[in-house]
């Protein structure tokens, strides 16, 4: 009697767990499949704001230098970059994609240009690309000019400097303190030492160095006159003649390049997000 008693209280234990480990496999499995949920709305925007420099690779530091706090700043990788324009390209949720560029520090104009692809190929699927800025230098704009609508705080400036290259000579101190230098050379365009012996850019320097900084100019200027849809000239006339032409609107450097067609409206951050 008693065995029978008790085997009946081990099999209700039994079901019992069994009831209860059911219970908590099924709680699970509705967490981890809620949790899985897709939560972006069917009409997100994805926002773009790479920091630091733009670069090939990740820059690998020592441990030694993370201990006297010598790391190297800030950072994005360029094929991340590409590969969130692309994914969100791909996206059937993802309308819109957002620009903010005020942390971008440094990126070389094939860098920029390779991004500039990545931006075109997302437009060509009719989503809409908008940018916003307190100010852009040079670097910033030549991506904010890919957008469908770009935006600048009132307050702000689009600063477009043109190329340049900038050399220290030092042949009259190394004369004063009689460091001599004995120098073997071939050929026209051979200017690595000439800080070394000179005060000043020699023609042939300046002439070579006019070369390809004139391509690389053309380039930009060619590539941001197509997407804002001005006269390539439009550009060099904001950079050549900023002093006359911010004197026009009264020192106002927002408007004169709302003026000038760089930007498409001037507005705050707050009201940009508003949009």
Do not use: C
């Amino acid at each position: 009697m008693i065995n029978t008693f008790w085997k009946g209280v081990t099999v209700l234990r039994r079901v019992f767990l069994n009831l209860i480990f059911i219970a908590l496999v099924v709680l699970l499995i509705g967490f981890l499949l809620s949790g899985s949920k897709d939560r972006f709305p069917s009409g997100a925007a994805l926002l773009l704001a790479p920091v630091g420099k733009i670069v090939e690779q990740s820059t690998e530091t020592l441990l030694v230098d993370r201990f006297y706090g010598t790391t190297t700043g800030a950072e994005t990788v360029l094929r991340d970059l590409i590969d969130g324009i692309d994914t969100a390209k791909n996206d059937p949720k993802i309308k819109v994609l957002v620009l903010d560029l005020e942390k971008l520090e440094g990126a070389g104009i094939s860098q920029l240009q390779e991004i500039g692809a990545a931006l075109k190929r997302f437009k060509a699927d009719g989503k809409n690309i908008f940018a916003f800025g307190d100010s852009y230098d040079q670097r910033q704009y030549y991506l904010a000019a890919h957008a469908d609508r770009l935006y600048l705080h009132p307050m702000g400036q689009v600063w477009l400097s043109g190329l340049g290259v900038y050399r220290h000579y030092f042949k009259n101190a190394l004369d004063k303190l009689h460091v001599g230098f004995h120098v073997f050379r071939v050929g026209t365009y051979k200017s690595a030492l000439e800080p070394f012996m000179r005060n000043d850019m020699s023609v042939d320097d300046r002439e070579s160095n006019q070369a390809w900084l004139t391509v690389l100019w053309e380039a930009y200027t060619t590539d941001v006159a197509a997407l804002r849809k001005l006269p390539a000239e439009r550009i060099d006339d904001y950079i050549n003649n900023l002093d006359a032409n911010l004197s026009e609107e009264g020192g106002d450097a927002a408007r004169l390049a709302l003026k000038s067609g760089l930007v498409d409206n001037l507005k705050t951050r707050d009201e940009v997000r508003d949009d």
